[in-house]
Structures are given as structure tokens and as C-alpha cells.
């Protein structure tokens, strides 16, 4: 399984508009963050989780160049306005609509901004055509399983969301924005060999997980290495990651990872 880092920052990006802080001018490369979203390669089956405001540029430096499913954990800005551009998926899948897993609240806001993309086949080549599917709790699939769950993120519930490779057994989890992670969650993420989890910042936030709360979560879930994403201009990568526990690291930008 390989899972690739297309953006590892929160809604307002790194650097920040309008902003001089160290991180926000630093010329660490890891300290410049895109909105938050990954990609997953599980046996070969291409999964895209969240489309940021800069998927297209996120694709391109990173070279996806093909998309089977593609899941949508909430319907916030961050993680929807770039779907549009998944319009080339769909001319490279032979004009069919891609299937989009992702919960009521997702489905509301795709079909609020994106009504001429509901369709089975696009409209014409070059344009969306997104089939929307309610995300189970357990999605069965040649190549492995994906499991979700429900986490709390303000006044919305974002996907949580385990992947297993049936080739390997290796497992994956991913929370990103999330309050805190829920019993359930947890039971869902033990025994991942890989976690990554919200950790916006070092003060409280009302709807996602500071760097203690991360931690105090990791600790519980105890996976062998764990990173943190969604991070603020508040943290520079290099500072922070030495203050963190040997097996908690930094996400960044462009970071690829094998299991």
C-alpha cells in the first residue's frame, strides 16, 4: 500500500495570506502546506480522499494519473472545491461517472455546488459525472476493504476511514478533521501500522484536535507511527517534530509512504 501526502494544511493554507510569521517565510519546503487531502494506492486500486482548492496543482506535482473511487469525508471548503477537477478522471475512466462515497452531509453540499456533475455519464468529454454513494460502515473490495466511521468535527460528522490491502494486510488510518476520536474509532484504527490524525495546533480549537488531544489519541490507538496533518502556521515542521514523541512525526506536503 502506498499512501501520498497531497496536502497536510487547514483551510487557510502555508503560508497564509497576508501573514509574515518564521513559518509562513521559512524556506523549509516542508513548512509550505496545501490543503489537506491523500491518495491511496491499495493493490493497485487508486483511491482519492478530499479534493483541496489545489487538487489540480496536487495532482500534477504528484503525478496521479488515475482515480478509482474517491471519497469526500465532509463537505467543508477545504476538502470539496477542488472536485471539479476530477472531471479528467472521469474522461480517463472511458466517461463514466466516478463513484463518490461520503455521508448525507457531503452528498448535500456536492449537489449544491456541483448539480451538473449528477449524472451517470458526463454531459460531454471533459466534464464530472459523479455517482454518489452513501459511505458504509464496511466497503469490500478485490483489492481489500475500507472501513469508516463516524467522527465529531464541529457541527458536522466527518469520515473516519481504515484501509486494509488484501495482498499485504497492512493497514491504514486516517482522521483528519475530528474533535476528538471516538471508542469506536479507536477499536476501528488498532492494529494500523500506519495512523494519521487531525493535530491543528498547540492551543484548544472548538472542532479539531490540538497537538495534546493528537497525541493523547495516538497513545490510545497505539499504532507503531503515527503522523499528524491538518497543521496551522502556528508549528514549523522542523521545531515542532523534535518536540513530538518518537513515534509521532510531522506529515508535509509531497511525503510518500510504503507499507
Known amino acids: 500500500m502506498e499512501v501520498i501526502f497531497l496536502g497536510t494544511g487547514t483551510s487557510q493554507g502555508v503560508p497564509m495570506i497576508a501573514c509574515d510569521c518564521p513559518v509562513c517565510t521559512s524556506t523549509d519546503p516542508r513548512d509550505a502546506r496545501y ?11 487508486h483511491i ?24 469526500l469525508t465532509h463537505g467543508h471548503a477545504d476538502h470539496i472545491s477542488g472536485m471539479d477537477d476530477l472531471r479528467r478522471y472521469c474522461d480517463l475512466l472511458g466517461g463514466v461517472a466516478l463513484p463518490v462515497y461520503t455521508t448525507d452531509e457531503g452528498m448535500g453540499r456536492v449537489l449544491a455546488m456541483f448539480p451538473y456533475a449528477i449524472a451517470e455519464r458526463p454531459v460531454s468529454k471533459g466534464y ?26 464541529g457541527g458536522v460528522n ?34 494500523s501500522d500506519l495512523v494519521v490524525l487531525d493535530g491543528l495546533r498547540p492551543d484548544p480549537h472548538p472542532s479539531h484536535m490540538n497537538v495534546e488531544e493528537a497525541l493523547a489519541a495516538a497513545a490510545e490507538i497505539a499504532a507503531p507511527l503515527t503522523f499528524l496533518t491538518h497543521i496551522t502556521h502556528l508549528m514549523g515542521h522542523s521545531d515542532w517534530e523534535k518536540k513530538l514523541p518518537p513515534h509521532v512525526r510531522f506529515a508535509y506536503d509531497g511525503l510518500r509512504f510504503l507499507l
Open 35 to 45: 490543503r489537506a487531502s491523500i491518495h491511496v494506492v491499495m493493490d493497485g486500486l
Open 48 to 71: 482519492q480522499v478530499d479534493a483541496a482548492p489545489e487538487f489540480r496543482l496536487q495532482c500534477l506535482r504528484e503525478k496521479i494519473n488515475w482515480i478509482d473511487l474517491f471519497i
Open 128 to 153: 464530472a459525472a459523479f455517482k454518489l454513494i452513501d459511505m458504509p460502515r464496511r466497503i469490500e473490495l478485490p483489492q481489500g476493504v475500507i472501513e469508516s466511521t463516524l467522527l465529531p468535527h
Open 158 to 191: 466527518t469520515l473516519g476511514l481504515t484501509f486494509t490491502e488484501k495482498s499485504s494486510g497492512k493497514k491504514f488510518t486516517y482522521y483528519t478533521d475530528c474533535k476528538r476520536v471516538t471508542r469506536e474509532g479507536v477499536e476501528q484504527a488498532r492494529g
